[in-house]
């Protein structure tokens, strides 16, 4: 017994050295001549205070607790000529439901997980504003990685609780694009709900569609029992491990589901711009029912025809395209289908007149299936 205890201690230990070392690592990134800052010495919280076997007791579950808002997709740009474009964001941190009877501190921008939508045109010019909340806990930044420059962001932007920070930046090549915390420790942040999309569109822009949606993948390890209700932070040793408790699209389990599905009509065409924010898990993105008419790998602006699924790295993004012709429920899914059981799974619901030469059923079976 004493011989477990002491491999569990030395298991711990080991995470924990990890943990600081990386710390430290990007830390010094950081510290690169002229772009030093003094928030940069605000310490993470220490490693051994967040982890999987924490036995203290989790906060209760406020009454009445919901899911964090749902973040509008950004309009179009329809602009012709490149402009100077203000984007402020404010980092917070947000007690959320997570799944039922589960809540969670996030920490996140704006108080949406993902975060805002940034869209501009390429050869903009983006003057960006981070607050960091007076209450909040730790230091925050942002890196996008549609930037071109140190740390793409991050270096200048290692802002402590109540401060401000303000950089500017020319979007020089068009796409889609991951926004995230990269303050030390960097998946800790982006566990907790901190990243968003950037899209940067081409001067011509993109062909105009019907609807346009916009999806984020993330994976979650909960401190204590992940099936305990209460309020749970991110837990560090899971996370070194890539052992997700929780894996959902847009913050928490069913933020798609059946009360807040995505909705299009027969006929239209549907745009998804859909972000892997990891830290960790590679996403087998995956409508089911649908082919993709296009697909923008990685976000890049050449197109793939007629796919199936479509690999997002962590710390990636895409941008698929299709036209619905049969009314239904159609399911968005990682087909890594396992993280299906584990919350990554929404809803698009398909309204119109049936396809009968498209589609058609002769004969339903006796137990009701979404296929898969």
């Known amino acids: 017994m004493a011989q477990d205890q002491s491999c569990d201690w030395c298991g711990q230990r080991l995470i924990s050295i990890r943990a600081a070392a990386l710390s430290a690592v990007l830390g010094m990134l950081w510290h690169a001549p002229c772009v030093a800052q003094e928030s940069q010495k605000t310490e993470p919280p220490a490693a051994s205070s967040y982890n999987s076997a924490d036995e203290a007791a989790l906060p209760a579950l406020p009454a009445n607790l919901g899911r964090l808002p749902q973040p509008p997709v950004a309009p179009p740009v329809n602009r012709h000529k490149p402009t100077l474009v203000h984007v402020t964001l404010e980092c917070k941190s947000v007690t959320g439901l997570l799944a039922?009877?589960?809540?969670?501190?996030?920490?996140t921008y704006?108080?949406?997980?993902?975060g805002p939508m940034i869209r501009v045109r390429q050869g903009d010019t983006v003057e960006l504003?981070?607050?960091?909340?007076?209450?909040?806990?730790v230091s925050h930044s942002?890196?996008?990685?549609?930037?071109?420059?140190?740390?793409?962001?991050?270096?200048?932007?290692?802002?402590?609780?109540?401060?401000?920070?303000?950089?500017?930046?020319?979007?020089?090549?068009?796409?889609?694009?991951?926004y995230h915390c990269a303050t030390?420790?960097?998946?800790?942040?982006?566990?907790?709900?901190?990243?968003?999309?950037?899209?940067?569109?081409?001067?011509g822009g993109w062909p105009k569609?019907?609807?346009?949606?916009?999806?984020?993948?993330?994976d979650m390890y909960l401190n204590g029992d992940p099936t305990q209700s209460g309020v749970h932070e991110a837990a560090v040793d899971k996370m070194v491990k890539e052992t997700p408790d929780f894996v959902v699209f847009n913050g928490s389990a069913g933020s798609l589901?059946?009360?807040?599905p995505l909705k299009a009509k027969v006929g239209e065409t549907v745009r998804i711009f859909f972000g892997n924010a990891g830290p960790n898990d590679v996403s087998s993105f995956h409508v089911i029912g649908e082919i993709f008419d296009k697909v923008h790998p990685e976000g890049a602006c050449e197109t793939l025809s007629n796919v199936q699924s479509t690999l997002v790295p962590a710390g990636g993004a895409t941008m698929v395209e299709f036209k619905t012709v049969i009314p239904g429920r159609y399911i968005l899914v990682d087909h890594s289908l396992g993280r299906l059981q584990k919350g990554a799974?929404?809803?698009?619901?398909?309204?119109?007149?049936?396809?009968?030469?498209v589609f058609q059923s002769f004969k339903a079976g006796s137990v009701g299936s979404d296929g898969h």
């Not at 704006?110 to 993902?114: K, L, Q, R």
């Open 100 to 107: 039922d009877g589960v809540g969670y501190q996030y920490w």
């Open 110 to 114: 704006n108080g949406t997980v993902p």
């Open 129 to 137: 504003t981070l607050h960091n909340a007076t209450d909040s806990l």
């Open 142 to 178: 942002i890196d996008s990685h549609g930037v071109l420059g140190p740390g793409g962001g991050g270096a200048v932007t290692q802002t402590p609780p109540g401060a401000t920070s303000v950089f500017q930046f020319k979007a020089m090549k068009p796409g889609v694009f991951i």
């Open 184 to 203: 030390p420790m960097i998946p800790y942040h982006l566990a907790h709900g901190m990243y968003g999309l950037m899209v940067v569109e081409p001067p």
């Open 209 to 218: 569609v019907d609807r346009e949606f916009y999806v984020m993948q993330g």
């Open 257 to 260: 589901g059946k009360e807040h």
């Open 345 to 357: 799974v929404g809803f698009l619901d398909v309204e119109g007149e049936p396809n009968p030469q």
